[in-house]
């Protein structure tokens, strides 16, 4: 760990120095000035070496012991980092002073040897147990992170999920709303995909809900859309600020899309390969109607283009 004097006593640091490597305290510093200390530890931190401990000489004439230790205890970067005042006045006064500056401790000169090994010792124990709280409280913070990410997808396709897709459709419909747009919705489902899972198994079943969450994905240009899995083999894809005909014409893009992939199904009834039906529908949130309405709109439109006929679109 690294440790600093901030003292204008060559025979202090000298004396200092001696015990502390004794002690394995290896990389001691010294400097004479708060400016220079202050580099000393800006430039410490940058090289991802911070130092842990400063030991500030009360009776310097070249830096005033108590500002030194105001200004370092008030940088946020620094204000935990400890510091040990080193005095030859113990009085009250100034041992007071030297605490409210922000001292943790304190030694009085002459110091001795045990003295000087046994506060140093405790004031790194506490730094060691600081960083590493700090070191878990950031560690929680990252999982916390990853946790909220993860609920709001999908494990199998990597889509947002159900959760997800709530909640975004709530905000999008107030969002259109107010801004008098109108909210587009697909609701995509594949066509006669237990046939699929009969026929190849449910390993192919999961490869091919893949296959056809990245047709979606690639189907949609803006950032702002967003596809879900809705549940099981179902999807939606919210579209913020879109009509009719732009919903229609993404609904087109994914048809194309997952005729280009050509995904084999021995069962399907319609073309030999991996299809689906599309519901759309469209249009701008009103005081009257909720969000539910819209996606009863684009249920019933997929309903529609499951009746007549399967891979196809209905609005
Ligand atoms: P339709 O064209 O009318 O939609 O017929 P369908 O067979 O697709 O519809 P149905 O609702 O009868 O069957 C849906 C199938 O989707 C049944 C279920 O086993 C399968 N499925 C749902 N979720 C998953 C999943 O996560 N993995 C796999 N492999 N299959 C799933
Ligand atoms: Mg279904
Ligand atoms: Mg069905
Ligand atoms: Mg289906």
Redesign the pocket.
């Known amino acids: 760990m690294k440790i600093l004097i901030v003292t204008d006593s060559a025979s202090t640091v000298a004396q200092l120095t001696v015990i502390l490597n004794g002690a394995n305290y290896m990389d001691v510093r010294a400097v004479i000035t708060l400016d220079e200390a202050m580099i000393a530890m800006k430039r410490a931190a940058l090289a991802d070496t911070p130092v842990d401990l400063v030991l500030i000489d009360l009776d310097n004439a070249a830096a005033d012991g108590l500002v030194a230790t105001l200004t370092i205890k008030s940088h946020r970067e620094f204000e935990d980092v400890p510091i040990i005042s080193i005095t030859a006045d113990d009085s009250a006064k100034v041992l007071d002073r030297a605490f409210a500056a922000g001292a943790s401790d304190y030694l009085v000169q002459p110091v001795g040897k045990t003295e000087l090994r046994a506060r140093v010792r405790s004031a790194l124990q506490l730094r060691r147990e600081m960083i590493k709280r700090m070191l878990r409280e950031r560690e929680l913070e990252r999982l916390a992170r990853k946790l909220e990410r993860m609920s709001n997808l999908d494990g ?1 396709t990597g889509l947002a999920n159900r959760r997800c897709f709530d909640d975004t459709l709530v905000r999008e419909w107030v969002r259109n709303g107010r801004e008098d747009h109108p909210l587009g919705l697909l609701m995509i ?7 699929y ?1 009969d026929a190849l198994g ?1 390993v192919d ?2 490869t091919c ?1 893949r296959k056809v969450a990245d047709a979606l994905t690639q189907a949609t240009r803006r950032p702002a859309d967003l596809v879900a899995r809705y549940g ?2 179902e999807f939606a894809i919210i579209l913020p600020n879109t009509d009719f005909e732009g919903a229609q014409s993404v609904a087109d893009n994914i048809h194309d899309n997952l005729a280009s992939q050509n995904i084999r199904h021995p069962d399907s009834t319609v073309g030999g390969c991996v299809t689906v ?1 599309i519901g759309v529908a469209s249009g701008v949130p009103t005081c009257g109607t909720t969000p539910e309405h819209l996606v009863h709109a684009a249920d019933r439109a997929l309903y529609q283009a ?1 009746q007549s006929g ?1 891979n196809r679109t209905e609005g």
């Open positions: 199998l489902d594949i066509d006669h995909f237990k046939l899972n449910h079943g999961d809900l099981g083999e039906s499951k399967r």
